[in-house]
């Protein structure tokens, strides 16, 4: 590729919008930017305590706005006139209900500031009595529609977080004409839509979250769902039948957005997909090999050449489809419901007096309140690195937000046992990191148990680039090396791959992946004395969260 070819990834994470220009020959980054949402940071249209999390379709928009043209002013011209393509990718599930134009209930009037009108986040877990409903429901079929997300359907995918707006607000009931997930509407925004009908669904988030499969023909049929609840009649027929893999084009950027964004109408817009997704291409996965995107949850993602995968499932994971990550290749996807998020929470715990006592505290110059609770993971892990870690020490469960995989339940809870008046702060986060690493150790074996070989693990994402101390605890739980890969931004840099492809400047994803891809700059290897220890230690993780799963309804 000798002329200059320029794309743009975009990343919807789950606090902030990151979008990056990328050179297509190398991977190059060019320039990049990043917008936290607004009302999401403030907690607007947000009860924790509920599990109810949704976000405004205006965060998004704004975000957009912004990081594309401030990556544009910071590339200069010259870029600017040479861009190509732009991909996005987003969290999901994360629906929302539009009206026949495609419009979000959100930006309709009259609708501004009702939650259920919003996209509905990943992490939201209000529907879990509605996840049950599907799963028993999905008993009484000959054919089996849960077999290719792992048997078991979540309260954070798209049928159960449909099912419960609608069931719980009849004002958006009588409004939504179809049901979208985020990766599907911001390429329909960018090429002009005007028709949530003719919206390109991909394959990603179809196949992984709402039953779509080629064996019985796309969706379930209309019976699965009218017969669950006719609520679901109207939205259900106003879906789609057809899907598509991210490395094709949804259509080209409209004149509206070029004007907002200072682009040409000849920048090719592609199919949308999830973040892991992309950002494991963006990170380099290889077939059987692991990556794991670490943030404020996990995605797991393996990728295997189709023909290996004839008559395969793997029981518990978030399911597997044919070209949801690389076109050719089955994709298989699992993960945690909180990581990141785990250690988020310790910290807020120890932060408490100072956000509630700041008026009584002061800081050395140039710290605020801010500055100090930044430094108290990283004080914690520095202090954590130097406990002696015995078979007595303290035991955590990582389910605070529920267990994703293996084997979806949004009913269990976390735990720590073995504290005592001796236990400090540090010795509680070592305990909550290495439950954290034993969830991960769960997924490896479910999918080794189940003859799909986990050959090597990459480690990409803000936790994998950032904490030694969590991944070198992590190689030695798993007793697996694992890669780091060097780029920063492997969603987004996953985004401007496939936009590469999806215009054509390359033919396969994994040539992109190969010409852009930043490779690796570190790896962890396990150490033998300590992989002994958490052998035993994981036994016992193991028992202990038997005896939550035996208990549930009595320890809540």
Known sequence: MSEENYCIGIDFGTDSVRAVIADARDGRQIASSVFVYPRYRRGDYCKPGQHIFRQHPLDYIEGLT?????????????????????SIDTTGSSPVAVDETGTPLALVPGFEDDPDAMFVLWKDHSAAAEMAEINAHAKLFETDYLRYVGGIYSSEWFWSKLL???????????????????????????????RAAEMKRGVCTAAH??????????????????????????????????????DRSAGFLCSEWADKLGLSTNVIIGIGAMDAHMGAVGGQIAPYHLSKVMGTSTCDMLVAPT?????????????????????????MEAGQSAFGDVYAWLRELVAWPLRHLSDKVSFAPGYTMDTVIGEILPALSREAEQLVVTDESELSIDWLNGRRTPDADPFLTGSISGISLGTQAPALFRSLAEATCFGSRAIVERFIGQGIPVKGIIGIGGIARRSPFIMQMLADVLNKPIRINKSEQTSALGA?????TAAGLYKRVEDAMQAMGQGFDREYMPNPRMTE???????????????IERNKTVLK
Request: glycine letters at 10%; charged letters at 20%.
């Open 496 to 500: 401007a791959m496939f936009a590469a």
């Open 66 to 86: 912004h990081t594309v043209r401030e990556s544009l002013g910071q590339a200069g011209a010259s870029v600017r006139s040479a861009i190509r393509a732009i």
């Open 307 to 331: 023909r290996d995968m004839e008559g395969k499932y793997v029981p518990g994971i978030c399911g597997l489809a044919d070209g949801s990550i690389i076109p050719g290749m089955v994709g």
């Open 533 to 547: 220890l958490y052998n035993r230690r994981y036994e016992s993780y193991r028992r202990m969260g038997e005896f």
């Open 164 to 194: 419960h707006v609608l069931r719980g607000n009849e004002r958006v009931r009588k409004a939504c004409y179809s049901w979208v997930e985020h990766c599907d509407w911001m390429p329909f925004l960018l090429t002009g839509g005007r």
């Open 209 to 246: 979250k709402a039953l779509w499969s080629d064996e019985w023909g796309g969706l379930p049929p209309a019976e699965f769902f009218t017969s669950l609840d006719p609520l679901l009649a109207v939205p259900a027929a106003h879906l789609y039948k057809e899907v598509y893999a991210a």
